[in-house]
């Protein structure tokens, strides 16, 4: 009988990632700029999670592999396997051993992943999430989820993630907030992510542009106090 | 001759009754307050230096490390910071402010902002009150005070002192700093009075006693481990991510003779320096002294069958909070601080069996918004992040690299953690903040981490600077016998007295004990 596949649970005979990074460029027509980055597994077939129903573009940036049907225009690399999509690449034989030990990038556009009109909120804020479920055969040592934010715009905050942060036991959160040439990036970093768990980030992103109303408001507020409230100064009567 | 004598002696006790008439100073009322001429003027400025402050802040160009809900948040609580402290509003009022620009700027969530209200601290403040009321009405407060005084109370020094020890003693047994607070509140109250101090009409040594006691109350805490919770899980942090295990008596033994000296320090250079008493303030306003008391204590007769009443209840809560690690074993549940208040409330309250009418209790609601505008600003600062990155900030700008002098490091991370207090609402918060990062420095930079960690440890309790910055200081603020300044004033001072006085137990006593590098180390 199998045993249902648990989180940090690793089957024997299992092929191992030691990292696994996506990458997500967001832009403000709700496509995405998709980089996956992981460590090979040499001489084998690859099949890396899609959580995305189309993509555009995909192309191998670095390391030993090609995309299934690179050479074939009218072929896709998306393959299905028990119902989850999933990129393939194939391994290419190369006889520098750095070589096949350098990480392997892939990177595709996702046209349309998000209604970014719909995931406006109050306040001009707009929510962004992405779940990654481990569909994979790969036990994963260490995951990470990045968004680069469009130019312009700010991290308002990390809303959720997945593995839940709790201070009382971690203390250091799982993600990480910067800006990095000029985006603003959130990262989240989950260990050990076996087959059938998951990694999940939601954010709110809001325009760099702040109004003037809360400086005019503040201006004329201070001014009106000190107008009004003079009598502060003076001693008053027993 | 002796009919005018007699007179006199029944205008003395008649006096001694109107000092003792606490219902002239109810806490739920707020009384008018005379300003001195700086006072003025900064409640005049600091409307427009908050207000600036907030801009600044808001406006500035959102730092690498912080997100836009954590920027709005820093700029809230800096605005308010400067408004408890210059008051241009009164303290609820700017509590209210910062509410509302939580909630209008999207700083954090309306429900989480307005939830505050319920959260167990604005819960265990209500009930510590209706408590507190209990002893006031049933005269057990009048009756254990004039007992502290006859016994203690020859000069306001003795008196103050006797605070102390209590404190001292009383924190080994009850965790619960608010619980302390509460309990000692009315008996204070009736204290202050018989030495002249009132909310309508403070003085000195009503400063001296309220903002020593506050004092006494947090930083006693620092003399036992089970002090408080903020210290197990410093000590938590010490054994996960430093990997040495801190026993009760290493913290007991290193810790206590450095709140003794602290109390001490305190006692003296507050009667002397911070706020002098002058020479009517040194004794019980109250002519005949401490006979008159006594006769004012034999006066009151036996113990009534409603002050036992009152002491039992009070004194089954009480024991439910020195008996809180037992609970488990004795009822298969935890009955938490918050719930013994709640159970002993209750029954105070119960028609017939209990002791206090709806109308009677006591509660300052001005303060429990205070309370809740302090905490919404606190807990927003760490959801958001904006507390970790301001912490993480002031390490970077230091540069702290491997090499530097271990005692360099040292003194620089007791004064910051020991001054951190001032910007933080809940010492858990500080010490889920500040530890870690304690730690990982002390991994760093070669040292062992018991080094640096525990002695910042020692810090976590000394939370004396601001109203906001603990629950015992919003239940005795609610007196109205300081102002937020007063308690600036004396909170800085004894901050710096802390520091220092961690820095040399650093140097000398903790080197004994092993805690900081030896003499050979």
């Given amino acids: ?238 | 001759m002796f009919a005018t004598s007699a007179a006199s002696s029944a205008a003395v006790l008649d006096k001694i009754d109107g000092l003792l008439d606490l219902s002239k100073y109810k806490l739920s009322q707020i009384p008018s307050k005379y300003l001195k001429n700086n006072e003025r003027w900064m409640k005049y400025l600091g409307m427009p230096i908050g207000v600036l402050a907030f801009l600044s802040v808001y406006y500035m160009k959102t730092p690498s490390g912080l997100t836009m809900g954590g920027q709005v948040v820093l700029a809230s609580f800096a605005l308010a910071l400067i408004w408890w402290v210059m008051e241009p509003v009164p303290t609820h009022v700017t509590s209210l402010v910062l509410m509302g620009l939580l909630v209008f700027f999207n700083g954090w969530k309306e429900a989480d902002v307005l939830g505050v209200l319920g959260y167990s601290v604005i819960w265990l403040n209500i009930l510590a009150f209706i408590l507190s009321s209990m002893l006031v009405k049933t005269n057990l407060a009048k009756r254990l005070a004039l007992k502290m005084i006859v016994k203690f109370g020859h000069n306001a020094g003795q008196i103050t002192l006797a605070f102390f020890a209590l404190n001292l003693f009383l924190a080994g047994l009850i965790p619960a700093t608010a619980a302390r607070a509460a309990m000692l509140l009315p008996i204070m109250i009736v204290v202050a009075s018989i030495y002249g101090a009132s909310n309508v009409h403070p003085n000195n040594f009503g400063r001296n006693l309220f903002l020593q006691n506050l004092q006494a109350i947090n930083f006693g805490s620092s003399a036992y481990m089970t002090g408080s919770n903020a210290n197990l899980i410093a000590v938590a942090f010490i054994l996960s991510m430093g990997g040495t295990r801190v026993y009760y008596t290493d913290w007991f033994f290193a810790a206590l003779p450095v709140v003794i000296c602290g109390m001490l320090i305190s006692w003296f250079i507050g009667r002397k320096f911070v706020f002098p008493l002058k020479e009517e303030e040194k004794a019980p306003v109250v002519e005949g002294g401490i006979e008159k008391i006594n006769e004012k204590l034999v006066e009151m007769g036996k113990v009534s069958g409603q002050e036992k009443k009152a002491a039992f209840i009070f004194g089954m809560v009480i024991l439910l909070w020195i008996t809180d690690k037992l609970h488990m074993r004795m009822f298969g549940f935890e009955i938490s601080a918050v719930m013994a208040a709640f159970i002993g409330a209750v029954i105070a309250l119960l028609p017939k069996v209990g002791l206090l009418k709806w109308n009677e209790a006591d509660i300052p609601w001005h303060l429990m918004l205070f309370s809740c505008g302090a905490y919404a600003g606190g807990l927003a600062l760490n959801d958001t992040g904006a507390a970790r990155w301001v912490v993480g900030s002031v390490f970077e700008a230091l540069n702290i690299q491997p090499g530097v002098n271990f005692w360099v490091v040292y003194c620089v991370v007791i004064v910051i953690n020991m001054f951190s207090h001032i910007f933080f609402t809940s010492k858990t918060m500080r010490t889920l903040i500040f530890i870690p990062f304690v730690i990982a420095t002390a991994q760093y930079l070669g040292f062992n981490p018991l080094w640096l960690a525990l002695p910042a440890a020692f810090t976590i309790d000394w939370v004396i600077a601001l109203p906001i910055n603990a629950k015992p200081n919003v239940i005795l603020f609610s007196t109205g016998q300081y102002s937020v300044l007063d308690n600036l004033k004396y909170g800085l001072i004894m901050t710096t007295v802390g520091s220092l006085l961690l820095i040399i137990a650093g140097f000398t006593w903790f080197r004994v004990l092993g805690i900081t590098p030896g003499f050979g180390g």
């Avoid at chain 1, 045993?3 to 709700?30: C, R």
């Avoid at chain 1, 715009?153 to 993630?161: S, W």
């Fill in chain 1, 1 to 238: 009988m199998a045993l249902p596949a648990q989180a940090g649970w690793m089957v024997v005979g299992q092929d191992t990632l030691a990292n696994y990074k996506e990458s997500l460029e967001i832009h403000e027509d709700g496509s995405l700029d998709v980089t996956i980055t992981c460590s090979p597994v040499n001489g084998k077939v690859m099949d890396l999670p899609l959580e995305y129903e189309s993509i555009e573009n995909p192309k191998i940036v670095s390391g030993s592999f090609v995309l299934l049907g690179q050479n074939d225009n009218d072929s896709s690399p998306v393959v299905e396997k028990r119902g989850s999509l999933f990129i393939r690449l194939l391994p290419v034989e190369v006889l520098d051993s750095q070589a096949a030990d350098s990480l392997v990038s892939v990177t595709f556009n996702v046209p349309g992943y998000f209604d970014w009109k719909k995931s406006k909120r109050a306040y001009g804020v707009v929510r962004f999430s992405k779940t990654f479920l481990n569909t994979s055969d790969y036990y994963i040592r260490t995951y990470e989820l990045e968004y680069m934010l469009p130019k312009g715009y700010l991290l308002h905050g990390v809303l959720k993630t997945e593995p839940e942060y709790n201070p009382q036991k971690q203390p250091v959160p799982p993600y990480l907030v910067e800006k990095l040439d000029g985006h603003y990036r959130a990262a989240l970093t989950v260990n050990d992510l076996s087959a059938a768990s998951r990694a999940v980030m939601s954010v709110e992103m809001l325009k760099a542009k702040r109004s003037m109303l809360p400086l005019i408001i503040g201006i004329v507020l201070s001014v009106l106090y000190l107008i009004f409230y003079r009598d502060v100064l003076e001693k008053e009567k027993d």
